[in-house]
């Protein structure tokens, strides 16, 4: 299925953001608005494009190309009568629909959480839907929005300044052909908007609404709005199934490295890099065994903890999650963990000179180790993600996830204390491998 | 859908195995002829059971039960006219079942792979239908076989003296109520044999063939016959995707460890928690660092790694594979292989003191654990098996998976060259870490 994507405006109320460029241009965290559109359908599986631009069209298109780029393919149509209503914008791609096709229409300027589009695209029915929110109260900017009336899944009315109303449009459709030829009459009545061609379909009983039942949108028009959405996008990177330590210390600073990061050209995989070479040096801090080499070891084992929470977060917010750097990203911990434990047994063993502190490093690599092994293991089994504080019972509170183990590290660094975390960690990772050994028969049988 | 076995038979051809006890308890690597019918049917999906029984009933009721340690259900019909022919047998048994249930019939004479169940499951059409091999050539002791002469798929003969025949009975059915109703019909004709019954049934048109496709099964009716099965069974056993080492050395000795193994009560993951005490056994002893005791744990590593084997075999044999059993396997070879590692690693380093020794054997220990987490993350991402012959480039002849490992560390002790066999552990599990860091990408995007 098409994507047709309205991005001809100029935005006057987004100046100065708007300032030599068209709305559709204007940087959301690392991305402009439209490559955000663009993004967001393709993870719903929309791969082709339509995009209508207008103010300032030709420098859209040199910026945006043909969608190589993205992944997707993408066809352009110019709307120099742009000022009039959005309604002519949308009417102008006419030519490029079937007259059986159904497509799905978006604006630039509207953000959305990608389940809003798969459950607009689960619907079956052949009307024309509009995506809409009945959580009217959680509305950013109220007044400004499109109002809808719907009566169980039937829009009634839609409009600005209605009275009456008990969900907010989207700015997300799924089409049939038959908008193009309401905009075509509502047009000839000098009724240019889009909700003009909207009214003509509800008379013909032809408007359907599809709830996004929470699901994250919003419809940036003002700096104010902008800050808004960048804010409920930081928000929204934490994974609540993460390790404790992951949850409420890593994450504080990471969201601002993240949203430090997602406006450079650094990509996921390069922080990734990154990641690794700050475990790699703290590995070989470790190794020198004395005060206060170990403590800035402990302070970038922490460092590179956090990293590695920042790849996966500028890959969410910038919409380029892939499975492949989410692997290599579990390879390169493998290597920071083994490295980070031999650089404290080294160093370790390099004052103490007690042969003990091998064998005790090498029990702590195993455990550790096996750690991700069960992981994965889990993950072949049941095809889910093994959940700590859901499976472990009260080993959960050991300790014994990569977050909660690089933070004891950087205790250990920081207090000139490694053996003894060398030691917590053989202990506890152990017994924790050993409990999965039995208690993954029940996901096993 | 229940399945029927008909086990009434004293089975005087296989005497002496049959004296004292009824056909079906033959012996037959580690289980009875009925177990290995009640355990094919019940991986191909079947889980309740009719038993008829007749010579000896009593004994093999006694001995099966109610199925509960097969995991299955089991009903018993009682024959007492058992050496009337087969037909009145399986009549018996018509009480147990619907007029409108469709079950599968089965000989406890009869072994066959699973694979045979399910194809013949898969057929959708509402005949009765037998299970057919059209690879005449390659059926065991022909003169004796059921011939079957097949047109399309229907079954237009059936007898042990045809003269003209395309197909051999390999005695399993998929069958509806129909077959009883044609019994009635062929025993009051005093025709009691099965084959009257379904010559009924090809006389109303009402009798199908469903080809094995090759695939494994044999009538066990003499000593001779139960030899070939014997063998052929074990012959089945080996992977063809397991490493060099496994498939040309290891197999050629756990084949008979095997065979050995499985007419003992020990369980496969008792002979997992084996072979991890064997290996445990040469991590000590690498661990003394001087021949010939390194000479001795070397001996062990690879006995280790033959066991390593048995434990699946022996499993597969007795129809008793589980996922567990094969996650627990792997567990305690990730312990065996940080154990063994450990092990060289420290001999090496009590007559050397050499620290790097240290680091050579982390490096190889860091890189060997990565072979299995790269398979986990492979079975992850596209739900196989990993076949190193096939993605590993050339490099599937460096030697770096687990089988092949173990082979050198064994070398490694024999030769007194651990030294060096850590080195080459700790360059080409890296080398092929490296490799597929980046060759997984065709995996995952």
Redesign the interface.
């Given at each position: 299925m098409k994507g047709l994507v309205i991005a001809a405006g100029d935005g006057t109320r987004l100046h100065p953001y708007t300032k030599k460029k068209c709305k559709a241009l204007v940087p959301l965290l690392g991305l402009s608005l439209v490559e955000r559109v663009i993004l967001s359908a393709k993870e719903a599986g929309i791969k082709e494009f339509v995009i209508v631009s207008g103010y300032e069209g030709s420098l859209l298109k040199e910026r945006i190309g043909d969608g190589t780029s993205y992944g997707v393919k993408i066809e352009w149509v110019h709307n120099p009568d742009w000022e009039e209503g959005n309604g002519v914008s949308v009417f102008k791609a006419r030519d490029h629909f079937e007259s059986e096709e159904r497509f799905v229409l978006m604006m630039c300027d509207h953000m959305f959480d990608p389940d809003n589009l798969r459950l607009l695209l689960q619907r079956k029915d052949k009307k024309n839907i509009l995506c809409v929110d009945k959580k009217i109260d959680e509305v950013f900017d109220l007044d400004d929005a499109t109002k809808v009336l719907v009566e169980g899944d039937k829009i009634v009315e839609i409009g600005k300044g209605l009275k009456k109303f008990n969900a907010i449009d989207c700015g997300m459709f799924l089409c049939s052909y038959s908008l193009f030829e309401s905009l075509e009459k509502s047009i000839r009545e000098n009724k240019d908007s889009l909700s003009d061609g909207v009214e003509v379909l509800i008379d013909k009983n032809e408007m359907r609404a599809c709830d996004v039942k929470g699901g994250f949108w919003a419809d940036i028009d003002t700096p104010k709005s902008l800050k808004f959405v960048k804010m409920r996008l930081i928000q929204s990177l934490p994974n609540p199934r993460e390790g404790i330590i992951s949850r409420k210390i890593n994450r504080k600073v990471s969201l601002q490295i993240t949203k430090y990061l997602s406006s450079t050209s650094l990509t996921p995989n390069q922080i990734s890099f990154l990641s690794f070479l700050v475990g790699l040096a703290a590995a070989v801090l470790f190794g020198l065994g004395r005060f206060p080499w170990v403590l800035y070891a402990g302070l970038l084992a922490q460092f590179s903890s956090i990293l590695d929470g920042v790849d996966g977060e500028v890959a969410r917010l910038k919409l380029i999650k892939?499975?492949?750097g989410d692997?290599?990203d579990?390879?390169f911990d493998?290597?920071v963990d083994?490295?980070i434990i031999?650089g404290m047994?080294?160093g370790v063993?390099f004052v103490s000179h007690n042969?003990w502190v091998?064998?005790i490093g090498?029990i702590a690599?195993?455990g550790a180790?096996?750690s991700?092994?069960y992981k994965?293991?889990y993950?072949?089994?049941t095809g889910k993600t093994y959940i700590s504080q859901k499976y472990d019972g009260w080993l959960r509170y050991i300790f014994a996830g990569r977050d909660s183990r690089l933070f004891l590290i950087m205790l250990g660094g920081v207090l000139n204390q490694v053996l003894v975390v060398l030691c917590i960690i053989a202990l506890t990772s152990n017994v924790l491998?050993i409990y999965r050994?039995f208690s993954?028969?029940r996901f096993?049988?």
């Open positions: 892939s499975n492949y692997f290599i579990s390879i493998r290597y083994g490295f031999l047994t080294f063993y042969l091998w064998i090498w690599l195993v180790s096996l991700s092994f994965e293991k993950k072949v089994a491998a050994f993954f028969r096993l049988d």
